[in-house]
């Protein structure tokens, strides 16, 4: 699996690959300059329960420390990643 990032200049998503075929997005949307606003993560019903979300959060993380950014995790399923998750203090809004 590869997490791959299409980057737009208002909006952007994080998706999980396989085989070149899509199997998880999870969508932002931009709020300023260094501020991103998770709104939506959706896993294929075959790959769900196997840590695609959670990889597809990983990156999002990675890509915010990367260039000092903050993430508002609006997504339930990301904000409940990041209540459980400390470590994502860092960057969460």
Not at 37 to 59: A, C, D, S
Request: aromatic fraction near 10%.
């Amino acid at each position: 699996m590869e997490i791959i990032q299409k980057k737009g200049t208002t909006e952007g998503a994080f998706l999980a690959t396989e085989s070149d075929r899509i199997i998880g997005e999870m969508t932002y949307i931009w709020s300023g300059s260094n501020h991103f606003i998770i709104n939506h993560t959706e896993v294929i019903n075959q790959y769900q329960g196997q840590g695609v979300g959670r990889k597809m959060v990983e990156k999002a993380v990675e890509f915010a420390r990367e260039n000092n950014c903050t993430i508002s995790p609006l997504c339930p399923f990301v904000r409940e990643i990041f209540d459980k998750n400390p470590a994502y203090n860092d960057v969460k809004k």
